[in-house]
């Protein structure tokens, strides 16, 4: 009977714990859902906290893995298509692709004649080995071996040099390698980001993080992690830093505090700086030594005069959302990769398709290209991706998160496409590849070839 009464407790006991874990977990998740839904909150603390710890399994399954959520594709699409697929083109053209290579689990770049689709050279940088030489105490780089491993580590935007070498990042170290993949060198002064693009005097410029912040600490704090100091860089042929200004204090210098500090809530990445386009020649908008920036959480595009520290043209808003890639097409007109993402109620999402847009200084006029070729083959990358309009008035497009780049001709009918698919049938990423046909493009990667063996 003794017995019989200690159950019954036990089971009293047991039912009510199951009671309370089940309530538990309706608030937990509750919790959960709110941080995803609606971040600003007194709860926040409790919310961003149940979050992380939802992630935990995630997390810790990407890093036994050993390769970022980031670098295998969003959505396994395109079933029937895997590398290239469609027509050669004619003309002398080529492409540096940078892709991860899934097959291998790493980021290679490949120099591939789009007139036959051979690739004719190959980089492989050793990641571990260049690494090893950060200093990992900067707070930028603690997490570099786990973040940034060989297995994690996605080639960012290379620019191809004249001495067959290559300059990439990918949220780290700015880097040089040459023809053989060998280190050249390395600037580790701040962690640097998407593109990399050269001026009219051989310089590049490169979106970078700053710590110590370079904006005033009442703004941001001096913590770091607190802020994302995004900042306009220029670098040296030889990786030397030759001008760095936060692009948080371009925007308070010249009287656009809102834009970094305009919402109820304070925002740890208001700009989300993803390129700077340099001007290579005076025009009657802007003058040589201008650049464009693309301001990614603003959705502003801004024309700015680094020797006079002044803002010359702000545009963009209400015609784009979360656009990356701005270009100069001729002495008025620029275009820009819309994503066209917005933030809505139950997470981001792109509004139907990618969107290439065209700004015309003359007219003061937006329009788009190749819209209805966009939406036939539903291209819609959330974030990352690029677009050219070459010269003949062809497109090239590199949706990121898919793994696919697309080349359509000026009549808007595709001429080929390109997935980068494993032999395992997964899609990884590519990562901001360059198409190469003007004169000196072809002179380069001619010299270039010459110097391969």
């Not at 810790?60 to 980031?70: A, E, P």
Request: glycine share 6%; charged share 25%.
């Amino acid at each position: 009977m003794d017995l019989l009464k200690k159950i019954k407790i036990e089971l009293w006991v047991l039912c009510l714990a199951g009671v309370l874990l089940f309530i538990g977990l309706v608030g937990f998740g509750s919790l959960v859902r709110y941080e995803l839904l609606a971040p600003v909150s007194r709860l926040s603390i409790l919310s961003s906290s149940a979050l992380f710890i939802a992630e935990i399994p995630s997390n810790l399954k990407d890093i036994i893995r050993g390769q970022s959520f980031n670098l295998q594709a969003k959505e396994q699409r395109f079933p029937n298509v895997s590398g290239f697929q469609g027509k050669p083109l004619e003309e002398v053209t080529y492409l540096l692709i940078s892709r991860y290579d899934g097959d291998a689990s790493r980021a290679v770049v490949e120099l591939v004649d789009l007139r036959s689709f051979e690739v004719k050279k190959t980089w492989r940088p050793i990641i571990d080995e260049i690494n090893e030489l950060v200093d990992t105490s900067q707070p930028e780089f603690d997490k570099l071996e786990i973040d940034l491993n060989a297995k994690r580590y996605a080639i960012l935007h290379p620019f191809l040099t004249d001495d067959g070498g290559l300059i990439f990042k990918s949220g780290s170290p700015l880097v040089k390698i040459d023809k053989n993949s060998e280190l050249v060198w390395q600037n580790q002064e701040d962690a640097f980001h998407h593109s990399i693009e050269q001026d009219h005097e051989g310089n590049f410029w490169v979106p970078s993080y700053l710590y110590p912040y370079q904006i005033d600490q009442k703004y941001v704090g001096s913590e770091y992690g607190n802020y994302l100091d995004d900042a306009i860089t220029k670098i040296s042929a030889e990786g030397e830093i030759l001008l760095q200004k936060s692009v948080s204090n371009i925007l308070l210098e010249n009287n656009m505090l809102f834009a970094i500090n305009g919402t109820s809530k304070f925002e740890k990445d208001p700009i989300h700086l993803n390129d700077i386009e340099p001007v290579l020649s005076d025009g009657p908008h802007w003058k040589r030594g201008d650049i464009f920036l693309s301001m990614r959480h603003q959705s502003m595009i801004i024309l700015y005069r680094p020797s006079t520290n002044t803002i010359i043209w702000t545009g963009g808003q209400r015609h784009m959302s979360a656009q990356h890639d701005v270009d100069i097409l001729d002495d008025h007109r620029i275009s820009i990769f819309n994503n066209n993402a917005w933030a809505l109620f139950d997470g981001e999402k792109v509004d139907g398709n990618n969107e290439v847009v065209i700004y015309d200084f003359k007219t003061d006029s937006y329009s788009k290209y190749f819209d209805e070729s966009l939406k036939q083959y539903d291209v819609r990358t959330m974030s990352q991706g690029r677009s050219q309009i070459l010269d003949t008035g062809d497109l090239f497009i590199e949706e990121q998160n898919y793994g696919r780049i697309l080349y359509f001709n000026k009549d808007g009918s595709l001429q080929w496409q390109y997935v980068n698919r494993a032999d395992n049938g997964n899609v990884f990423t590519v990562s901001w590849s360059r198409i190469l046909y003007k004169p000196e493009d072809i002179k380069k990667v001619r010299k270039v070839l010459e110097l391969r063996n």
